[in-house]
């Protein structure tokens, strides 16, 4: 099923496939003592791989893992392969981009008030932080305000504009936020305020009995948003803190300063594009890839102490880092606290307050960990033992659950059934919940079609946000969301894309090398995913301090020999293996360093 020609993408004693995906048959996954219904496919979109190969001297495999990410014009496979800082697009093409920044630009000529309202995710805490250390560095009196995310809730609300307005502010910017705040906005306009929207998430709609859809866009006195329908941006898929860098790009040359100058916030931008689990394509690859360049040599005191705490040099730092590591600690604050803490190491000014918050945040993300550890275990509970399990559209409450983990809780719960979830938690004025949705179900679409059930709601296809003004009201969302499903089986089981069905015996440290010109990975450009069946394991030992890692070396039907490892469950690997000594593996392949010897391995992902 296999026999392909990891060059040419030509099957042998495989069916050809005339779509875009070569179906394989349903494959079971050892996970966690589990069994694991999984499809597998691979990838089989068409181009001529030999002649992109000859052209971008890469190998041909290169040039199908780079069709199978969508790219395929020639000047956007030179962008994927090598492109850089010159190939950003111009933010002043981003519509409202220049009203913004004049007005921004006069209100610091005047010395005029400017408060920040940001967000407490780690998106919102980078765009405040670019924001304000950019509008200080040109002389601005600004100041910030990170809602509270229990007694605030998210983004503007009319307290935070009142309080605005008592202190004094003339001006408010939002940042990863605003463009759903349509009353707060229409309220600090009626104070005299003015306020500049920046933001990214989608625009409000309503959809009427004719068919039609309108959006409603806030009066603010400028909207930066690339998804606004009449924006000339070319990239759509930006996060909140790479709009904030693109308006302070424009608001730098407007003073008059270096155009480099900008690139001294570039990590941060790529901290919020990595942590707000934004596409990794297009503009947003490039701005991380170079704002992992700058982040390996940050000269940043609080990001310094915050990797040295998790026991990392900042040259080690890659993308996964930034999602796995430090970013839930970026995160914790926010959750637990106030995000401001987390602000606050951005801004620490000696390495000794730096180390403290770094340690702090770094306990605190311990605690959230094991409080998530709790929800999920109680809500996974909560499915299998009620007539949730049967849900196409899962609605699990958990009236004692602290709000902040609802939607990690969440997402772990879509994870282990493979099903749209919601969690629900009891909140001060009635229940709070968080989604998270699995390709075939836009959440937020759904959730607009039971607009009134909320009290308050947003999103976008694969997570959402939502209130309610009381319990009872969660059976009758439970009710309608399943109602309205148009979800079938085929929906519910795991998809395994393999880019390549490739041998072992084919891997080089040339081939790994001109994969490493991928990354970063992340969503969107994921990394990529080999398969080869009929392995032989000749053998398998278990080690790690959680005995969570096999180290085993396998060979194929021609006798060629392969170290491999698997990170996960080793016992129950293990078992397997003993019973199935031939196994079929999607894999990953890497060189590994051990004593100063270098030698080929495989990482293995999936197995059956």
Known sequence: MFRQDPKTGKAGNCPQSTGAFLLLDFGRKKKEKEQKMERWVVAAKRADFQKIAEKFQIDPVIARLIRNRDVTQEEQIRRYLYGGLEDLYDPMEMKD????????????????KIRIIGDYDIDGVMSTYILLTGLRRLGAQVDIRIPDRIADGYGLNENLVRQAKEDGADTILTCDNGIAALEQIHMAKEFGMTVVITDHHEIPYEDLEDGSRVFHV???????????????????????????????????????????????WLEFAAIATVGDVMDLQGENRLLVKEGLKRLH??????????????????????????????????????????????????LAGDREEAARLAGDLKAMNESRKEMTRQGEAQAVRLVEE????????????????????AGIIAG????????????????????????RSIEAYS??????????????????????????????????????????????????????????????SYISKRLISQIQLLEPFGKGNTKPLFAQK???VLSCRIFGKNRNVAKL????????????????????????????????????????????????????????
Not at 233 to 253: D, H, R, S, T
Not at 412 to 435: I, M, N, Q, W
């Open 97 to 112: 981009m220049e009203k913004a920044s004049r007005i921004l630009e006069e209100k610091i000529r005047e010395g005029k």
């Open 534 to 536: 009929d392995l032989r």
């Open 218 to 264: 806030p009066e603010a006195d400028a909207v930066v948003n690339p998804k606004q329908a009449d924006c000339g941006y070319p990239f759509k898929g930006l996060c909140g803190g790479a709009v904030a860098w693109k308006l302070m790009q424009v608001m730098l040359k407007r003073f008059g300063h270096r155009d480099d100058e900008i690139y001294e």
């Open 297 to 346: 040599h940050t000269r940043n005191l609080g990001l310094q102490e915050l990797i040295r705490v998790q026991g990392l040099e900042p040259e080690q730092v890659t993308s996964y880092h930034i999602g796995f590591v430090i970013g839930p600690c970026l995160n914790a604050s926010g959750r637990l606290d106030t995000a401001e803490r987390s602000l606050a190491l951005l």
């Open 412 to 435: 772990r719960l879509r994870e282990h059934f493979h099903k749209p979830a919601f969690v629900l938690t009891r909140s001060e004025d009635g229940v709070k919940g968080s989604g």
């Open 553 to 608: 070396q396998v060979q194929d039907a021609g006798g060629y020999r392969m170290d491999a490892v698997y990170f996960g469950d080793a016992e129950g690997f293990a078992g397997y293996v003993e019973q199935h000594p031939l196994l079929s593996v999607t894999y990953y392949p890497t060189v590994n360093v051990w004593n100063g010897r270098e030698s080929l391995q495989i990482t293995i992902q999936n197995y059956r």
């Open 386 to 405: 009620s007539s949730l399990k049967n849900d196409r559209v899962l609605v699990v409450y958990l009236p004692e659950c602290h709000e902040s983990l």
């Open 443 to 504: 959440m937020y679409d759904e959730l607009c079609k039971c607009r009134e059930l909320f009290t308050k709601f947003g999103g976008h296809p694969m997570a959402a946000g939502l209130s309610m003004a009381g319990e009872e009201q969660v059976e009758v969302l439970r009710e309608k969301l399943n109602r309205l499903s148009t979800l079938t089986e085929e929906d519910f089981v795991e998809k395994v894309t393999i880019d390549v069905a490739m041998p072992v």
